[in-house]
């Protein structure tokens, strides 16, 4: 089983859609989560992190995690043509001697104008 | 711009040859990583430092990468006798330990191709 587990898409939906990015993790130990999206041939930009289970919002986004279901998703809301992109789902265990992140394969979202 | 520096931005180089990349962080950041990403693969984790020391080295890093953050600022990655399964995307990322949600904020990558 993989660390971390998305699917690789391509996601497609319409500008001005709800777009739904899932991932799911094996390390219960993890403690925060995190979404970077990454466009073509850039690195990783932080988009928001969640720590507690529920949701937490900041403009567009939404992230909801469930600690029980090791299930972390991402909602972005009038998709734009611009939010086109890979999106990275990367938990964090933070305890010494695990500080990495682990990241997923990503999943690819194409917004069509 | 996150405020991480990499230097190059993208290198060739012969199978073989040694380079070496730098990174400077965020300059109030005292932890550093070092990440490697392939097409179409998230980053994989190679090594963090916490200031100087090094402290954690995935399995990943054979023994041709060397990695050093001598004054606890800038870092180098170092690959020796290059290999062409070597090619990849090299990110560096910065954080301040201590923070309740400590957040790592990525340089913009240098991309090596070996031939």
């Known amino acids: 089983q993989k660390e971390v587990e998305q699917n690789s898409g391509p996601l497609s939906v319409p500008e001005g859609a709800i777009a739904s990015l899932n991932c799911t993790y094996s390390?219960?130990?993890?403690?925060?989560f995190f979404w970077y999206r990454q466009y073509s041939g850039k690195s990783p930009e932080l988009i928001m992190f969640?720590?507690?289970?529920g949701d937490k919002e900041d403009g567009r986004f939404t992230a909801q995690l469930n600690k029980a279901s090791q299930y972390v998703s991402l909602l972005i809301r009038d998709s734009q043509p611009s939010d086109s992109a890979t999106y990275l789902c990367?938990?964090?265990?933070?305890?010494?001697?695990?500080?990495?992140?682990?990241f997923g394969t990503g999943t690819r979202l194409l917004v069509s104008p | 711009d996150t405020g991480v520096s990499q230097d190059p931005r993208h290198k060739i180089t012969k199978r073989g040859q040694n380079v070496t990349f730098r990174c400077d962080p965020i300059?109030?950041?005292?932890?550093l990583y070092w990440y490697r990403q392939t097409l179409g693969q998230g980053p994989e984790f190679l090594t963090y430092?916490?200031?100087?020391?090094?402290?954690?080295k995935s399995r990943l890093l054979s023994d041709r990468f060397s990695a050093e953050r001598p004054k606890g600022s800038f870092s180098t990655l170092e690959i020796q006798r290059t290999e062409q399964g070597d090619s990849a995307m090299y990110l560096c990322?910065?954080?301040?330990?201590?923070?309740?949600?400590?957040?790592?904020?990525f340089g913009p990558g240098t991309r090596l191709l070996v031939l």
């Open positions: 990322a910065s954080s301040l330990a201590g923070l309740t949600q400590e957040t790592q904020y």
């Open positions: 390390d219960r130990g993890s403690q925060s």
């Open positions: 969640i720590y507690s289970n």
């Open positions: 990367a938990p964090f265990r933070g305890n010494t001697g695990f500080q990495k992140l682990v």
């Open positions: 300059s109030e950041h005292n932890r």
């Open positions: 430092f916490q200031n100087e020391a090094q402290l954690e």
